[in-house]
């Protein structure tokens, strides 16, 4: 029943939402988003990607489909993408002109997650690259010869750790 402010420029919700409020798509001054616990069921980029000014978004165990999608010229100033425990995600598609000014993306703990999206090439701006928690299979994928990497070897820092608190 909650409606905000569109002047709102952080939100923090955990718990059990299901689907994204309608509300969600007028908050053109969000900056700031961290979804926990959400039990989202379809895709939250797909609304997400309509908020102009937002620079940081992090999904915890916020959605449980399989397929993510951040389409074309969507997330124009969003600079660090933070993923966590997202346990049913196989693939996330990144469409080339996505996340034009994106700095930093951290994948923590997306046991099923296939391979890095083939759109991480063309971030032209990604500076930082965090693994945590991600199964060998997956990372496996970024060593020289991999199947991933020609998606990452333009990022000047990749930092893999097994588990938290363990490089």
Known sequence: ????????QKLNLAGSLQTLPNWFA???NLTKLRLSFSQLEDDPLSVLVRLPNLMFLQLNNAYKGKVMRCCRSGFLKLKIFII???EELERWDVVDGAMPCVQEVWIMSCAKLAAIPAGFQSLA????????GMPSSFLGKLGDG?????????IPSIQTIQQFGQP
Do not use: A, N, Y
């Open 146 to 154: 991999g199947d991933d990497f020609i998606r990452v070897r333009h």
């Open 1 to 8: 029943m909650l409606e905000p402010s569109s002047c709102l």
């Open 84 to 86: 966590t425990e997202l």
């Open 125 to 132: 701006t990604l500076q930082r690259l965090r693994l945590v």
């Open 26 to 28: 007028q908050l053109d």
